[in-house]
């Protein structure tokens, strides 16, 4: 059984509303969730990457507070 674990790609809309997109990985296979509006897509390759463009196209998201 592999083990699974949860990232997370945080970003902020010019409302200053907070938008996350969880990645899990089990395995080579990512499963993205989208705590907003519950999108959700399974990827293997840049998961974090479908993650910030799903929250930049849907949720118009794009402030990245790390930066």
Do not use: I, Y
Request: hydrophobic share 35%; aromatic share 6%.
């Amino acid at each position: 059984m592999a083990s699974m674990t949860t990232s997370k790609v945080t970003r902020w809309d010019q409302h200053g509303r907070e938008h996350v997109v969880r990645v899990r990985k089990s395995g080579m296979q990512r499963q993205l969730t989208c705590g907003t509006c519950g999108w959700h897509k399974a990827a293997q390759f840049l998961p974090w990457l479908k993650a910030e463009e799903h929250l930049a196209e849907a949720h118009q998201a794009t402030v990245d507070p790390t930066a």
